[in-house]
T-cell receptor, first 114, second 115 residues
Framework: DGGITQSPKYLFRKEGQNVTLSCEQN?????MYWYRQDPGQGLRLIYY???????QKGDIAEGYSVSREKKESFPLTVTSAQKNPTAFYLC?????????????FGQGTRLTVV | AQSVAQPEDQVNVAEGNPLTVKCTYS??????LFWYVQYPNRGLQFLLK??????LVKGSYGFEAEFNKSQTSFHLKKPSALVSDSALYFC?????????????FGSGTRLQVQP
């Protein structure tokens, strides 16, 4: 089955630790995205990538880092610099980045700081 | 800059009645507009989009949306609501010509359909 796989589904992190969220797609999509979802605030863009080895900051990139070494993978690292990392994280991809085609979303990772 | 507003946190409607979920947008150029639905603890599912052409767009599960350029709106509609339509709905926009190459989402509207 084609799709986007996010892992793990639930993740617990101690304060001060870095943690990496996985996002893999087998749709052969060029563009990939990371969004953060908080109650009442909708989705906010963290980072996005239009092509391998290239990515851009979104609205709330501070405290996060990404890499795009392979077309199918776009991992997100939540660093200790992120002050309030507890949230639901969603990864998405689209065929290309022009906006003409819809984005497909993964099932999300719920990160909790303990 | 591109932005989208969903003025209602929640919409309540009785099963069988028509429903409307409101969305207004702001872009510098031509808007690319999308509606997505989210069920609890899940990702977003695409419903429909407007890029160009007819102002009335038909999508999945009987939903449709009307693009109104003068009112900068893209309201989601369905003639007859089902209990299973109860979910969180997001409107999203991209400035097709000038904006960054990613969608900007609204804050979401929770639709509650009562039996």
């Amino acid at each position: 089955d084609g799709g986007i796989t996010q892992s793990p589904k639930y993740l617990f992190r101690k304060e001060g630790q870095n943690v990496t969220l996985s996002c893999e797609q087998n749709l052969n999509h060029d563009a990939m995205y990371w969004y953060r979802q908080d109650p009442g605030q909708g989705l906010r863009l963290i980072y996005y990538s239009q092509i391998v080895n290239d990515f851009q900051k979104g609205d709330i990139a501070e405290g996060y880092s990404v890499s795009r070494e392979k077309k199918e993978s776009f991992p997100l690292t939540v660093t200790s610099a992120q002050k309030n990392p507890t949230a639901f994280y969603l990864c998405a991809s689209s065929i290309e980045g022009t906006g003409l085609t819809e984005a497909f979303f993964g099932q999300g990772t719920r990160l909790t700081v303990v | 800059a591109q932005s989208v507003a969903q003025p209602e946190d929640q919409v309540n409607v009785a099963e069988g009645n028509p429903l409307t979920v409101k969305c207004t947008y702001s872009v510098s150029g031509n808007p690319y507009l999308f509606w997505y639905v989210q069920y609890p603890n899940r990702g977003l599912q695409f419903l429909l989009k407007y890029i160009t052409g007819d102002n009335l767009v038909k999508g999945s599960y009987g939903f449709e949306a009307e693009f109104n350029k003068s009112q900068t709106s893209f309201h989601l509609k369905k003639p007859s609501a089902l209990v299973s339509d109860s979910a969180l709905y997001f409107c999203a926009v991209r400035d097709g010509e000038r904006g960054r190459r990613a969608l900007t989402f609204g804050s979401g509207t929770r639709l509650q359909v009562q039996p």
